[in-house]
């Protein structure tokens, strides 16, 4: 069994940054491509990042100059770089492992339970 381990959500001041981390477990062969998205109160949920296992990385327009997104294939642990935070950028953040292949079976999209961001003036 394959599990999403969000980390490094918290508060954070306008023009701040913070750092998420996820980490997927279990027995892993591959993952195909790895990303983030957000959901902010009263709103859908949308793409914010996304990185394959080769290190291509795609952005949201609102991330974009912003977030960098970095994978580390050996830790099956994908990273999202904030800065410049905005209050808008308030949201619960999921990550998300796509094509991931594992000794007992293979997902084809898999998602963490999410962490908190808050960014406040």
């Known amino acids: 069994q394959v599990q999403l381990v969000e980390s490094g959500g918290g508060s954070a001041q306008v023009g701040g940054s913070l750092r998420l981390s996820c980490a997927a477990s279990g027995s892993i062969l591959s993952i195909n491509a790895m990303g983030w998205h957000r959901q902010a109160p009263g709103k859908q949920r949308e793409s914010v990042a996304g990185?394959?296992?080769?290190?291509?990385?795609i952005y949201s327009d609102s991330a974009k100059g912003r977030f960098t997104i970095s994978i580390d294939n050996a830790k099956n642990t994908v990273y999202l770089q904030m800065n410049d935070l905005k209050p808008e950028d308030t949201a619960v953040y999921y990550c998300?492992?796509?094509?991931?292949?594992?000794?007992?079976?293979?997902?084809?999209?898999?998602w963490g339970q999410g962490t908190l961001v808050t960014v406040s003036s």
């Open positions: 998300t492992a796509v094509r991931v292949v594992t000794r007992e079976e293979d997902y084809g999209e898999l």
């Open positions: 990185i394959t296992s080769g290190g291509v990385p």
